[in-house]
């Protein structure tokens, strides 16, 4: 009797839908759209697939950000097998816009927009013409990729763009005019009211309660996407201003490291700096191996100038080009370099302005810091500060020597190669630079190195 009942409560509640709640994957956005962005979609879309959801709903609040990063994240949804949904909990312009029209419904919070999809440069000015018409194709393809429905007009059954491309397109060039809903030389931006008229909008929400009601999943289990804590540390290490952070701390090692040659702190510093700037941005595929192999190459090159080759020469110069130029294409994803008309710079121009600022910071940094530091306690066990004096038993190099440059003297022993001079009536070690100088023949002291006095015969 006990099992009949609960089979007859199981039936019951089937009919009426309760068995079967769906399974709803809640992925949060509320951040500018850039390569952490893509990873926090990447990383929820595969823990939707891993969890089985029914549904993936996108929590989306933000003004827009890189079109790379919003490009991939469009093509991530898009082909998507799991239905989505987004709820624009405010705003969805530029580079949002595109993602939310990526997403199977979309849904929108009282006072929120979606639209202004212009592409811009880090000042806020329109690029060329070129940049927005890639805007443009991939709106019109974004919103076509949602297909047609069929209406009834009159008596007739037409199909139409659930999402018009149009419409879409309208929300790149002020130049577009769609009859009834945009007619002057303005960027399209829809409010909830104008988005649920133009067919942008599936309903309006307060909350993602009240978004799955409208689409019809309530009750469902509601799972969060919650990031890891090696995803929060990738996450933090690719935030701009830690990046600016490590681009300091490299340069600044490295000159540390110009100015004291050695294996010490500064170097330490900077190895550390670059492996926390390139992992991440590796890991996320800015980064690539022969970007890398630049760096590395140029760290070698600098290492060759401090321990091998004396001085400060080509081959320095030539390693701090190399590692420059290896931080600098690390920022960048290097497809955008490319163009159908050639190479277009123009990507470069705000990760050359972050890095100059970082050379700066980080040579300011480095004087401050040697002024600060080597003076405590701690800091200064790094730092010589033993007076060598000649009651201990060190002794300098007599400065007159030098100044014997180019006077002749007389040879008072044999030199082979070594011997004795007289110059100014003053007896003098030297060495003859090629050959044997016989004892009495006049000499000239060609150069001075390392305290030792160099001479050739002149007769």
């Known amino acids: ?50 969890l089985q959801s029914d549904y993936i709903l996108l929590h989306l609040n ?43 419904s979309i849904y ?49 059954t037409v199909e139409v763009w659930r999402r018009d491309p149009l419409i879409a397109e309208a929300m790149v060039d002020p130049r577009i005019v769609v009859p009834g809903t945009v007619d002057s030389a303005k960027v399209l931006t829809f409010t909830v009211d104008e988005a649920i008229a133009g067919g942008y909008c599936e ?44 681009l300091m701390l490299i340069i600044g090692g490295v000159y540390f490291e110009l100015q004291s040659p050695g294996i010490g702190f500064p170097l330490a510093a900077a190895v550390v700096g670059a492996l926390l700037y390139f992992a991440p ?20 090159l600098l290492a060759v100038e401090l321990f091998i080759i004396p001085g400060f020469g080509i081959t320095g110069i030539a390693g701090i080009l190399l590692c420059i130029t290896g931080l600098l294409l690390a920022m960048i994803d290097n497809h955008l370099l490319s163009t159908p008309t050639g190479i277009d710079l123009t990507p470069l121009v705000q990760p050359l302005f972050v890095l100059s600022a970082g050379i700066f910071g980080g040579l300011l940094g480095s004087i401050y810091l040697s002024r600060k530091l080597y003076p405590t306690k701690f800091f200064g066990r790094i730092a010589l500060k033993t007076d060598l004096t000649e009651n201990d038993g060190y002794i300098g190099v007599p400065q007159e020597l030098v100044q014997l440059v180019g006077a002749t003297g007389t040879a008072h022993t044999l030199l082979r190669p070594s011997g004795k001079i007289i110059v ?15 004892k009495g023949q006049t000499v000239r002291i060609t150069h001075y190195e390392t305290g030792q006095l160099y001479c050739i015969p002149i007769d």
């Open 108 to 156: 929108m919070r009282s006072g929120g927009s979606i639209g202004a999809a212009t592409v811009v440069d880090q000042t806020g000015a329109v690029v060329p013409d070129k940049y927005q018409s890639f805007m443009r194709s991939m709106m019109r393809s974004t919103a076509a990729a949602h297909g047609k429905r069929k209406v009834l007009q009159g008596r007739d």
């Open 203 to 246: 309903g309006r929400a307060e909350s993602i309660d009240e978004v799955l009601t409208l689409a019809g999943l309530a009750p469902a289990v509601v799972k969060k996407y919650n990031p890891s804590w090696l995803d929060k540390i990738i996450l933090f290490l690719m935030s701009p201003i830690l990046q600016g952070l490590l």
């Open 281 to 300: 941005l590796y890991l996320e595929g800015l980064a690539e191996n022969w970007e890398l192999l630049l760096f590395i190459g140029g760290l070698a």
């Open 424 to 438: 100014h009536d003053e007896l003098y070690d030297a060495v003859a630079e090629y050959g044997i100088i016989n």
């Open 1 to 50: 009797m006990r099992y009949l009942l609960f089979q007859l409560i199981f039936l019951c509640a089937t009919s009426y839908g309760y068995a079967e709640q769906k399974s709803v994957y809640v992925i949060p956005l509320h951040r500018d759209i850039d390569a952490p962005a893509a990873r926090i979609v990447r990383k929820g879309l595969i823990e939707a697939r891993a």
């Open 62 to 104: 933000t003004y827009g950000g890189e079109l790379t990063a919003a490009d991939s994240i469009r093509t991530m949804l898009l082909h998507c097998e799991i239905p989505t949904l987004v709820f624009i909990d405010n705003q969805a312009a530029s580079a949002g816009a595109l993602i939310a029209i990526a997403c199977d």
